[in-house]
């Protein structure tokens, strides 16, 4: 493999901006308009948000939850995706690749054939994607420096 300088600026080459979802809301529009697209059927989510609780490794990419409560005495699932907020400070590409993998979980909660075939359903760059965010977590790993910069109004952080 190359030199870490090298694989950051592939890695800058290959993906030159972050992408511009700012806020929670952004977020859950971005989802919601995935899953309308590929995953009509699936259950509805209620929450999509950054979470900067989630430390992300590079085999726990992202966390999704079932929450139950009793809703008007029915026992209602309430399906939340929490993105960790490092991904607020990436590509497109791997904030739409995570996004897509959490919400395959709808469907599949394994990661099995299927689930990834509902990932490469929804983006068919998925498993690129996906490689190219754990080489990006590699190189966080080694030298603590980010390659994208979040531009414009900017939250909490
Ligand atoms: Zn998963």
Redesign the pocket.
């Known amino acids: 493999m190359a030199q870490d300088g090298g694989l950051a600026a592939l890695l800058q080459r290959k993906y030159p901006q972050a992408h511009v979802v700012r806020t929670d809301k952004a977020l859950y529009h971005y989802a919601s308009a995935l899953k309308s697209r590929y995953l009509r059927n699936a259950e509805v989510v209620n929450k999509v948000v950054f979470d900067s609780k989630i430390h992300v490794v590079r085999h726990a ?2 966390l ?1 939850t079932t929450v139950s409560r009793v809703q008007g005495g029915r026992l209602a699932a309430k399906h939340e995706i929490r993105i960790a907020a490092m991904f607020k400070q990436v590509p497109d590409e791997f904030l739409r690749m995570i996004v897509v ?2 919400l395959a ?1 709808l469907r599949e909660r394994e ?1 099995n054939k299927a ?1 990834y075939q509902l990932c490469e359903y929804m983006e068919p760059a998925y498993h690129q994607y996906e490689l190219d965010l754990r080489l990006y977590l590699t190189h966080l790993e080694k030298s603590g420096m980010r390659l994208w910069q979040t531009t414009g109004p900017l939250g909490m952080e």
């Open positions: 990419l992202g999704h993998h959490e979980h990661h689930f």
